[in-house]
């Protein structure tokens, strides 16, 4: 059992940064596969970016790509999210996940995380 808290949203400029954080308590967090999501109004939940257990491998969805970094810390059990250039279409409540048993092709599908935060609500303003 893993219980997932994110911190570190706000309301920002066009081009400003953020970090989000995702705090995990639970046995065997540095095992697990982690994801971040965001979900805008009026629009389905989508993934942003994905990471190994042992950081080996980062993936990102197109639309971030080179703007947003995952890195994770197994010995504190932190997720993290780095925003830089941010633009208003990135405005949502973003949530990190985590599961246990997920393979790298599915790290992009939500319905197969087990566990969410409550998510931390992002907003860009133009």
């Known amino acids: 059992q893993v219980q997932l808290v994110e911190s570190g949203g706000g309301l920002v400029q066009v081009g400003a940064s953020l970090r989000l954080s995702c705090a995990a308590s639970?046995?065997?967090?540095?095992?697990?596969?982690m994801g971040w999501f965001r979900q805008a109004p009026g629009k389905e939940r989508e993934f942003v970016a994905g990471?190994?257990?042992?950081?080996?491998?980062?993936r990102y969805d197109e639309s971030v790509k080179g703007r947003f970094t995952i890195s994770r810390d197994n010995v504190k059990n932190m997720l993290y999210l780095q925003m830089n250039s941010l633009q208003p279409d990135d405005t949502a409540v973003y949530f990190c996940a985590a599961d246990p048993r997920l393979i790298w092709s599915s790290i992009p599908q939500p319905l197969q995380y087990d566990y969410w935060g409550q998510g931390t609500q992002v907003t860009v303003s133009s």
């Open positions: 990471i190994r257990w042992s950081s080996a491998n980062t």
């Open positions: 639970g046995d065997n967090f540095r095992t697990y596969s």
